[in-house]
């Protein structure tokens, strides 16, 4: 019988958070694997390097050094990014740069190596504050930091390169995401993490601004499906951006007191360039990838809690 070759798939930032749960999905359904990863995060213990995969420590900005590993592949999940929300309000240049021009180099690289699929991983964040909740793909975009800005920047790269030379993609955006692996250390640690964290180290639960602002909060094993059923399926339309979330949301300070008793919370001064709130509407993306969100949010803090108290 016929047997058919592997799928050969490259993965962006392949070694960090969301990368890593991918390029390990990937390999469990037999794609040939390629990862592309800087080590340039430092909000991690370590790296999640898959040694089934081919891996290689470049950054996505040397475009004549990535180009040569895009051949052959039919695949691309560009994760790699700077992603931080307050390091890109601190130090904007580096973000923007990675962020933009690091995008054309990936889309520019599948362009020339006539790459089936890019699958893109934007943010919500790209909404900032003048929209109304739950958010469409349609609100109008008010991007509040570099961040952000290179982000969307991205989205519009993907639209050129799908307009002009038939590359097709897909363009997640993502709302907060949660799980296994996700960065930990420092002040730009994503905050169900750094609460948990905390929770682990017996500190108080460090709030910014009145724990009253509300998130969208994702699981990564549901962002990783949503990733990987693109490979299944023909779209009607490429390029478009689909709104990853969870479809309800929860304020900082409801995270907050399932985790720790209010007593045991310090509240700082909000940060700028964060948006205050934040829920997507999932209809596009239930409809069109056939996917909807798995994991409950407070169900896994409490499988985490439960963890610290063997």
């Excluded at 390097?49 to 180009?67: E, G, L, Q």
């Excluded at 949010?297 to 063997?310: A, L, N, P, V």
Aim: proline share 3%; with cysteine.
């Amino acid at each position: 019988m016929y047997k058919s070759e592997k799928k050969v798939s490259l993965v962006t930032g392949g070694a960090g958070f969301i990368g890593s749960h991918i390029v390990d999905r990937l390999l469990s359904l037999d794609h040939k694997v390629i990862v592309i990863d800087n080590e340039t995060s430092d909000g991690h213990d370590q790296y999640y390097w898959n040694s089934r995969a081919k891996n290689y420590k470049y950054d996505i900005c040397d475009f004549a050094k990535i180009v040569p590993l895009f051949a052959g592949v039919d695949y691309v999940f560009h994760l790699a990014a700077k992603v931080s929300v307050q390091e890109s309000c601190e130090d904007p240049i580096p973000t923007f740069t990675v962020n933009s021009m690091g995008t054309a180099n990936v889309l520019e690289a599948s362009r020339i190596s006539n790459v089936g699929l890019v699958i893109y991983s934007s943010t919500s964040s790209v909404y900032g504050n003048n929209v109304e909740c739950p958010i469409t793909e349609d609100c109008k975009e008010e991007p509040l930091n570099t961040y952000s800005i290179g982000k969307l920047s991205g989205e519009h790269l993907c639209r050129s390169y799908y307009k002009l030379y038939g590359l097709k993609s897909v363009i997640f955006r993502y709302a907060n995401v949660y799980g296994e692996r996700s960065r930990h250390r420092g002040s730009y640690a994503p905050v169900i993490t750094k609460f948990l964290k905390q929770k682990e180290d017996q500190l108080p639960l460090t709030i910014y601004g009145s724990g009253r602002q509300r998130r969208d909060f994702i699981h990564v094993n549901d962002v990783v499906n949503a990733n990987v059923l693109t490979t299944f399926q023909n779209l009607e339309e490429y390029a478009v951006p689909y709104n990853l979330g969870s479809g309800s949301s929860f304020s900082i300070q409801d995270i907050a007191d399932h985790i720790m008793i209010s007593d045991e919370h310090i509240h700082m001064d909000y940060r700028p360039g964060e948006m205050v709130d934040n829920l997507l509407d999932i209809t596009r993306v239930k409809n069109n990838l056939t996917w909807k969100p798995k994991v409950d949010i407070m169900e896994w803090i409490d499988i985490q809690m439960s963890k610290y108290e063997k």
